[in-house]
């Protein structure tokens, strides 16, 4: 089951973004609770997080940006995680399925992502939803730790 997030969520976000499994394939550097508190509340605000939860345990986050006008035919799918506790045990297909399904509901004809050119496991999961790669953004994402910048695939699912 998917739902938008409360300000309740705060913890169980701030903990999927900076988990050091998962936070090196998402958004935001590393930082501390009261640093991520604005950026939460801009998620908040927006109403583009989703919480993905299995038999009443959150497992997964998302978020999805329904565009607007002429690109109001689909949105953009990112900040995609499974919690590592949970990884491997088919949350991340049955999440994607989901999201899927919530595009279908919203009239969507296109669902669009970019993933780490690096991060073979999410393009695999990705391939295996029906998604498809587009083409490579060059020098992407920056990552500040690393002092490099990295590719990413750019994919999307076509209803």
Do not use: C
Not at 23 to 50: G, H, R, T, V
Not at 77 to 82: F, K, T
Request: aromatic share 14%; charged share 25%.
């Amino acid at each position: 089951m998917i739902r938008k997030i409360t300000a309740q969520d705060f913890n169980y976000i701030y903990q999927l973004y900076m988990h050091p499994v998962t936070n090196p394939w998402l958004l935001y550097e590393m930082m501390d609770k009261a640093s991520f508190q604005p950026i939460f509340n801009d998620l908040l605000e927006k109403n583009i997080i989703y919480l993905y939860n299995e038999d009443g345990t959150d497992v997964g986050m998302f978020k999805f940006i329904h565009q607007q006008h002429r690109n109001a035919h689909m949105a953009y799918l990112g900040g995609l995680a499974i919690h590592p506790d949970y990884a491997g045990k088919g949350y991340g297909l049955k999440m994607m399925q989901e999201i899927i399904a919530l595009g279908k509901q919203m009239n969507l004809v296109r669902i669009e992502l970019s993933t780490a050119s690096i991060n073979e496991r999410a393009i695999r999961l990705y391939e295996k939803t029906g998604f498809e790669k587009e083409g490579i953004l060059r020098k992407y994402t920056w990552l500040k730790n690393e002092n490099r910048f990295i590719d990413e695939v750019m994919m999307s699912y076509i209803y």
